[in-house]
């Protein structure tokens, strides 16, 4: 793995061994370990529950530099007896587990840097992000939320590990553009689940567990453990020994242990479109928390074009209808974000269904409200927008929001 | 080989470790020996929060999962072979 190190580094070791130790000293050991590219990788680790404890901690032993942590929840009393980085005073904190997380890793090592994002990976997260990333870690709960991962890791052409626990078992997916794909592999049985679960418009109910499924901590760390040995690899450029195109499956209670290759990936598929980098605009005059109009104009201007639509993969809501008291309501919400807590103040009586009216999934000049900011109708920091003119598409990315990714 | 020629397989079930000797046709599909397997109640077709689980059905000497529409014959299972039937886990232990 990796190349033998030079003569100038082994004498950098030299100089720096007798005043001053490494965090990794020990790794350094390693031909293979490549101390300053894993000082420099950042990764992306979606979901801060069992098996993202066990991840993060990893990523954090290993000295992994910039961490980046996506998780929507809190913390609750049933989570301790897994999560290795969460106490019984972090219930009822007003803190996320993304946050909370973020800082247990900085006291296990200090030199880690880290970002976090209280969000759901469907809509907050932007592809610039995605794509800045060595390597993206999923420890998810849910079909949809892979799926996405899925999508918008083969978008920006990143590889990513894939972990899911039950009981003593456990499973591991390498993802890998033109390897292996998890939409390829979903089923109808998948679909239906996922079709049912993007119906509810709450994101606690889209990503809901009851809690009736056991996870232990022994098949989370088992298996955080191989997706952090697969990230290394992945950080290290070592594709030959990578899992890529392979699945692990894990069975504590009868030791059995399988790998197998993953089904091969279909030829027409919706996640697999790879933006090649020449067909990606870096627009830095464009951020997230500008006007929509201003947004508009300056993309009628760079591609002389006056029929421009930004294309969404969500509905953004403009019209809602409590369906008991036939009441309507404008509105401007991205669907994903309309959570059940946000649909009372419109519900006559409680518990009052409320229906979705009318909605757009693109913006244009016809937007009804041109003075909102791209990232108050649903478009996150960084991200990349798909942009359809008369004649073509086009991925511009909000390169203005560059700062956005600040890890500390 | 006639359509009509079976052998016994081995089948082992994740994760209740069962492990059943079945009689399959050769030209049996892994879509066909998996719904004749859940149909036997062998595996839950549900987690314990309902949602559905899909199985894999293994071929460890090959490591190659046996797709739905591949017959044991395509992939030249033999008499006394084992395979294992194993979910695909979604949770990640909330």
Request: net charge negative; hydrophobic share 35%.
């Amino acid at each position: 793995m990796g190349d033998k190190p030079k003569k100038s580094q082994k004498l950098k070791l030299e100089n720096t061994g007798g005043q001053k130790e490494h965090w990794d000293d020990t790794f350094r050991l390693m031909s293979w370990w490549d101390a300053d590219r894993v000082k420099d990788a950042k990764v992306m680790v979606v979901g801060a529950g069992a098996l993202g404890n066990e991840v993060l901690k990893n990523l954090a032993l290993m000295n992994v530099g910039s961490i980046f942590i996506v998780d929507f929840d809190t913390i609750e009393y049933a989570n301790l007896c897994r999560s290795v980085l969460f106490r019984t005073e972090d219930i009822n904190k007003n803190r996320f587990k993304c946050e909370i997380a973020g800082d247990r890793i900085k006291d296990i090592n200090p030199n880690v840097k880290v970002q976090t994002i209280n969000g759901d990976i469907m809509i907050d997260v932007g592809l610039g992000v995605m794509r800045r990333m060595d390597v993206i870690i999923g420890c998810l709960d849910n079909r949809i939320a892979r799926l996405f991962i899925n999508r918008y890791a083969y978008k920006v052409g990143k590889v990513w590990i894939d972990g899911a626990i039950e009981n003593l078992s456990g499973q591991l997916n390498v993802y890998k553009n033109g390897k292996s794909c998890y939409e390829c592999a979903l089923t109808n049985v998948d679909w239906e689940n996922i079709r049912f679960k993007m119906g509810c418009a709450d994101i606690a109910q889209r990503n809901s567990t009851q809690g009736r499924v056991p996870t232990t901590p022994i098949s989370s760390s088992i298996i955080a453990a191989m997706q952090v040995q697969e990230a290394i690899k992945v950080i290290h450029g070592n594709e030959k020994q990578s899992m890529a195109g392979e699945q692990f499956k894990y069975d504590g209670m009868n030791n059995w242990i399988i790998q197998f290759q993953s089904e091969p990936v279909r030829e027409e598929c919706d996640s697999h479109y790879e933006i090649k980098e020449e067909e990606l605009t870096h627009a830095k005059e464009l951020r997230s928390d500008m006007k929509i109009g201003d947004c508009l104009t300056w993309l009628e201007k760079h591609f002389d074009d006056k029929e421009i639509s930004i294309q969404l993969n969500y509905k953004i809501i403009l019209e809602i209808a409590s369906m008991n008291s036939e009441i309507s309501h404008d509105i401007v919400i991205p669907e994903p974000h309309f959570s059940d807590h946000m649909q009372t103040p419109y519900q006559k009586e409680p518990g009052e269904p409320i229906g979705i009216t009318k909605y757009v999934d693109m913006i244009d000049k016809d937007f009804p409200n041109l003075e909102m900011t791209l990232k108050e109708v649903g478009i996150p920091p960084l991200h990349i927008l798909t942009v359809e003119t008369s004649e073509d598409t086009y991925f511009v990315e909000l390169t203005g929001d560059e700062s956005f990714l600040n890890f500390k | 080989m006639s359509n009509s020629e079976v052998m016994g397989i081995v089948v082992r079930v994740m994760p209740s470790g069962d492990e059943l000797e079945v009689e399959l046709p050769i030209y049996s599909t892994g879509k066909e020996i998996k719904e004749e397997l859940l149909a036997a109640e062998v595996a839950p077709r549900v987690d314990p929060e309902g949602n559905p689980y899909v199985y894999d059905l293994i071929f460890k000497r090959k490591n190659v999962s046996i797709g739905d529409s591949k017959t044991l014959f395509d992939l030249q299972i033999q008499e006394g072979d084992t395979l294992y039937l194993a979910p695909r886990l979604v949770p990640g232990g909330k």
